[in-house]
């Protein structure tokens, strides 16, 4: 493959034309992955993972004949492809799987210095994210510690991140002088400042650029772009600069945190720590504005969303682990207006029809899975406390609505959720069901319980019913808390103002609410129907009409099969255990308080 791509053809020979040849570089480099992981192609290959010994020295063999191959003919086909991105980025690629020590063993040194030659004149002449990535993970991949040419591959890399970080101040120096002398910045010094940014926060991500100190000056650039937003002024650098910028921030902040853990005991100091926290709580302030402006552009907005969920996870539980107790400081807790923004962008990004009809297949899929990104960035919030579980009730309402797009991502928050309380969980879920329940009723006057709306509501209760699963003993307390909190608000208020004989106006709730009625134990349907007898005065009306149906339809539920609970000796045993059970968690601070009412 490597002959017919730099080989001429001869004088009766076909050459190959540009298509054939990025077709064919892709094919070379999909057979180099495969023989140096052993991995086969997906979707083909057996389940099986564990290697015998002889596939992993056959594996080993092929990586040590493929890089003694490529040492000397990547720098070739980088030399001829150079102008080409698409051929570039499958190209620098290959590196990555070379076995290093060669470099060393056969004294290929300067075939070294030749390929990290040709990495920076890449970095310097194309702004191709693909390329600049692949760039960027291949140097992360040279500049391996464990081998012997890390100090020659960490000379190179000090030298081409300094023309990185040159080129970014240069661009931006050139682009603010014209605008000090009140001129227009051309179309070139446009492209220069974003191709520059670009390339730092690329680099920012595999490499750490701390040294370069740029962090504070990238901070700069987004202040002042918040800035025209809340005086509603035109951006003073192109929207996409800005993003960048976020991003490099964002990386910057990472790397200092690993820094700092990685040298506790050693440079780690105190002012060090409290240098990070206020940056830290900088970046993360300007990212809020910017979500909850409504000048800013949605690219903008999304990367400011992605950057405080991330953060928010890093930072969250900071100096919790064993032996990081000195970071402690840096835990960073969301504010409630923090949790509100992030749920209103999850609402307004993520839970949304598309509409556009002209966007192909690729784009659809592409936009789904942005949109299960963003999805997955809050529920992550909740499933590791950094968020309270309430948080995921307005995500848990949509469940069923689309359950064909993000189905696998709530049920997962939910499992996990339930892991960590289970009675938070249940009282989430209700939450959830009150959310629908509420918006239903805005939306019409009067609950019409015969509507398709409301069997929606009803059957989100049913797959949340299925989600306790069927051991009742261990979902008691979630169950009974669920239960509770729903005959509150079905009987809140109990007048009803339009009709003062008529039923309470919530009290449809209760048809909602007897799906969870068969993952209740027999003895607690009696504590719940003497609880909902108390709310409601005088238990069962005289009245008979149908909006009184939903009380009738939840007692009767409740009172289903209570007959024979004095004889089950299962019964007392299951109240027994759960007594002891109470005694134990009664210190549980997430629990409700005792309710007179409603002791079992």
């Not at 299960?372 to 009730?393: E, I, W």
């Given at each position: 493959m490597t002959d017919l791509l730099i080989e001429e053809p001869g004088p009766m020979e076909e050459g190959l034309d540009d298509r054939q040849e990025t077709s064919l570089i892709e094919i070379m480099v999909c057979c180099i992955r495969q023989s140096a992981t052993g991995d086969p192609p997906v979707g083909r290959g057996s389940s099986r993972k564990v290697l015998s010994a002889r596939e992993t020295k056959q594996i080993q063999d092929d990586k040590i004949a493929l890089t003694s191959h490529f040492i000397t003919t990547l720098p070739q086909l980088l030399h001829k492809y150079l102008p080409d991105p698409e051929k570039m980025a499958n190209l620098l690629i290959i590196p990555q799987y070379f076995d290093?020590?060669?470099?060393?063993?056969?004294?290929?040194?300067?075939?070294l210095e030749s390929l990290?030659?040709?990495?920076?004149?890449?970095?310097?002449?194309?702004?191709?994210?693909?390329?600049?990535?692949?760039?960027?993970?291949?140097?992360?991949?040279?500049?391996?510690?464990?081998?012997p040419i890390f100090s020659r591959c960490e000379t190179n890399r000090s030298r081409l991140l300094d023309m990185v970080s040159n080129r970014y101040r240069e661009s931006l120096d050139e682009y603010t002088n014209l605008l000090t002398g009140d001129e227009e910045p051309d179309q070139d010094e446009v492209y220069a400042l974003v191709s520059s940014l670009k390339k730092v926060s690329i680099f920012y991500n595999c490499h750490d650029m701390g040294h370069w100190n740029i962090w504070s000056g990238l901070l700069e650039i987004v202040t002042r772009s918040r800035d025209c937003l809340v005086e509603k002024q035109p951006l003073w650098v192109p929207e996409e600069a800005v993003k960048y910028c976020l991003l490099g921030c964002y990386f910057g902040l990472l790397w200092d945190k690993n820094s700092l853990a990685d040298n506790l005991g050693g440079s780690t100091t105190h002012d060090s720590i409290t240098d990070l926290k206020e940056r830290l709580a900088k970046f993360m302030q300007v990212s809020k504005e910017i979500m909850g402006l409504e000048g800013a552009g949605a690219q903008l907005k999304e990367e400011a969303f992605i950057s405080i969920c991330d953060l928010l996870i890093v930072f969250g539980h900071c100096g919790e682990a064993n032996g990081q107790t000195p970071l402690k400081p840096l835990a960073f807790k969301p504010d409630e207006g923090m949790g509100v923004l992030l749920n209103i962008f999850i609402q307004d990004h993520v839970f949304i029809e598309d509409e556009d009809e002209d966007i192909d297949d690729h784009q659809k899929i592409e936009e789904l899975h942005k949109r299960?990104?963003?999805?997955?960035?809050?529920?992550?919030?909740?499933?590791?406390?950094?968020?309270?579980?309430?948080?995921?009730?307005d995500v848990l309402k949509h469940y069923v609505t689309f359950y064909n797009d993000y189905g696998d991502i709530i049920k997962a928050t939910l499992g996990k959720a339930r892991e960590n309380n289970k009675t938070n969980c249940a009282?989430?879920?209700?939450?959830?069901?009150?959310?629908?329940?509420?918006?239903?009723?805005?939306?019409?006057?009067?609950?019409?319980?015969?509507?398709?709306?409301?069997?929606?509501?009803?059957?989100?209760?049913?797959?949340?019913?299925?989600?306790?699963?069927?051991?009742?003993?261990?979902?008691?307390?979630?169950?009974?808390?669920?239960?509770?909190?729903?005959?509150?608000?079905?009987?809140n208020p109990l007048e009803n103002p339009e009709d003062p004989a008529g039923a309470p106006p919530n009290l449809a709730?209760?048809?909602?609410?007897t799906e969870f009625t068969g993952k209740l134990l027999k003895q607690d349907k009696k504590?719940?129907?003497?609880?909902?007898?108390?709310?409601?005065?005088?238990g069962v009306p005289n009245s008979r009409g149908d909006d009184w149906a939903p009380l009738n339809m939840y007692r009767n539920s409740?009172?289903?099969?209570?007959?024979?609970?004095?004889?089950?000796?299962?019964?007392?045993?299951?109240?027994?255990?759960?007594?002891?059970?109470?005694?134990r968690s009664g210190s549980d601070e997430d629990d409700d308080p005792d309710d007179e009412d409603f002791r079992m």
């Open positions: 290093l020590e060669i470099y060393t063993t056969s004294r290929q040194e300067k075939a990290l030659r040709l990495v920076q004149e890449v970095v310097d002449k194309h702004s191709d994210t693909d390329v600049l990535e692949t760039a960027a993970q291949t140097l992360e991949k040279l500049c391996d510690d464990q081998f299960r990104n963003f999805l997955a960035c809050y529920c992550k919030l909740v499933v590791y406390n950094v968020l309270p579980t309430k948080s995921a009730a009282k989430t879920m209700i939450q959830s069901l009150i959310y629908k329940f509420n918006e239903l009723q805005q939306e019409v006057a009067g609950i019409d319980r015969g509507s398709e709306d409301f069997h929606a509501i009803k059957e989100l209760a049913k797959r949340f019913a299925l989600s306790f699963g069927l051991d009742a003993l261990k979902n008691r307390d979630a169950v009974a808390s669920l239960h509770r909190e729903g005959i509150l608000v079905a009987v709730f209760l048809e909602i609410l504590v719940v129907l003497g609880y909902l007898d108390k709310r409601v005065a005088g409740l009172v289903h099969g209570e007959g024979d609970e004095g004889r089950s000796g299962a019964g007392h045993q299951a109240k027994r255990q759960y007594n002891r059970k109470r005694r």
